[in-house]
């Protein structure tokens, strides 16, 4: 059964950190980039972040750069998004997608590509 699942969700103060995980089941995971997506109320939803199959490529929105890290071990068929100095405007859910390498082989890919998607992960940005 193919499924991916986000975890690392919650409430945290501005400033703070959390880390998402995204854990792959059912397909080739290596053969699969992953992108991070978030969606706040009334609003579209939007890539945030991704990482190539092998992990080479990695691509971030300007508004999270230098502020959110992804990663990928294989071995565990996990993709990790860290989120450092958080802002209330980070608050959304978090979405995380898998495309195909035979699809688009290095980031980003456009959302439509993204053939997979897990049920998301609330992450609430408040004092």
């Known amino acids: 059964q193919l499924q991916l699942v986000e975890s690392g969700g919650g409430l945290v103060q501005p400033g703070g950190s959390l880390r998402l995980s995204c854990a792959a089941s059912g397909f080739d995971f290596y053969a699969y980039g992953i992108g991070w997506f978030r969606q706040a109320p009334g609003k579209e939803r939007e890539g945030v972040s991704c990482?190539?199959?092998?992990?080479?490529?990695?691509n971030y929105a300007d508004s999270v750069k230098g502020r959110f890290t992804i990663s990928r071990d294989n071995a565990k068929n996990t993709v990790y998004l860290r989120m450092n100095s958080l802002k209330p405007e980070d608050t959304a859910v978090y979405y995380c997608?898998?495309?195909?390498?035979?699809?688009?082989?290095?980031?980003?890919?456009?959302?439509?590509?993204?053939?997979?998607w897990g049920q998301g992960t609330q992450v609430t940005v408040s004092s």
């Open positions: 990482i190539s199959g092998s992990g080479i490529s990695t």
């Open positions: 997608a898998a495309v195909s390498t035979a699809v688009r082989a290095m980031c980003p890919a456009a959302r439509h590509e993204y053939r997979y």
